[in-house]
């Protein structure tokens, strides 16, 4: 069991390792020769390791969940988090492309304009930055002058509408959501019987907006 849990654990770390060297861009990417090496190197790293029985199964599954845990924690540390999961890498700075970075990392000219058309920022111009972070996404920052315009930068007073907390949902009333907003049910039927219904069974949908108590009603016609 011992040289089980070795091999185990061993041959996980090694795993991350060998994924951590694809890159991020392979995360990213993900074309069908990053998921075949991802796949292929799962495939040896863990079939060497002969599972005897259901008890040493769930060991082993104990334990990776337990080694998972630890490598989460020791995340949160920046000189683990580098190791692991690396950097953000900048990509295009103030309009202008940087070769290198995308040497470094593996990530191709043609997946970032592709990314950057996805965007709805085609030209490379218009960008401020564009970071590969270090799970593979891509975060493209506009300049400035081609942000959406949002009520905030019109200085315009938004009215808060409250949010829709469902209250029936197919027949059935939610307790647990009436308590969010301090109700119960014994005021969610009389609302239902202002508004003329009775019978709970035919409402699909009901909410109730957290701000004026307002009820929304969607029924089985």
Known sequence: MILFLGELILLFIIFIISVRFLG???LAQLTAFDFGAIIFLAYLAFAPIEVKGPIQGMVGMLVITLLHFLISKLNLYKWFNH???????ILIKHGKLIPNNLKRTRYSLMELLSTIRAAGVPDIE???????EPNGEITILP????????????????EYKGLPIAV???????????????????????ELEKKGYKEIKNIVYASVRDTNHSLNIYFDK
Do not use: C, F
């Not at 218009?126 to 590969?132: K, N, P, S, V």
């Not at 059935?172 to 014994?186: A, F, P, S």
């Open 24 to 26: 991020k861009a392979a």
């Open 83 to 89: 190791i692991i999961s690396g950097e953000p890498t």
């Open 126 to 132: 218009d960008i401020e930055y564009a970071i590969l």
């Open 143 to 158: 300049q400035v002058d081609l942000i959406p315009v949002t009520p905030r930068l019109l200085k315009i007073d938004m």
């Open 168 to 190: 029936i949902l197919e027949g059935k009333i939610q307790h647990k959501n009436l308590k969010l907003i301090h109700k119960d049910e014994t005021w969610l039927l009389s």
